[in-house]
Nanobody, 125 residues
Framework: QVHLVESGGGLVQAGGSLRLSCAASGRAFSSHATGWFRQAPGKEREFVAAIVWSGGGTEYADSVKGRFTISRDNTKNTVYLQMNSLKPEDTAVYYC??????????????????WGQGTQVTVSS
């Protein structure tokens, strides 16, 4: 069974950077893609970015394009989310998730099969 564990969250000032990691056990032969989502207090969970394991294709939410970069390390079974130029509105719990099946809707949370526990990112103004 695949388990996902996020790390790298924390408190940072606006304009700063953080790198989140999503480590998995048992992912190598089971997942089609990994996505990052976030949820702020009182708001719905929203898509941030996704990466396809075979081929490395990526997708980003408009709100993070040019600031966030998703990448993967096949040897470590880990997906990263490099977040630069952080804004207070980026404050949220960030979750990574895996989908087993090929999908054209990687920005949709319901496409994902396994979720991590989340890591808090707080950006102060």
């Amino acid at each position: 069974q695949v388990h996902l564990v996020e790390s790298g969250g924390g408190l940072v000032q606006a304009g700063g950077s953080l790198r989140l990691s999503c480590a998995a056990s048992g992912r190598a032969f089971s997942s089609h893609a990994t996505g990052w989502f976030r949820q702020a207090p009182g708001k719905e969970r929203e898509f941030v970015a996704a990466i396809v394991w075979s081929g490395g294709g990526t997708e980003y939410a408009d709100s993070v394009k040019g600031r966030f970069t998703i990448s993967r390390d096949n040897t470590k079974n880990t997906v990263y989310l490099q977040m630069n130029s952080l804004k207070p509105e980026d404050t949220a719990v960030y979750y990574c998730a895996d989908t087993y099946y090929s999908s054209a809707y990687l920005s949709t949370a319901s496409e994902y099969d396994i979720w991590g526990q989340g890591t808090q990112v707080t950006v102060s103004s």
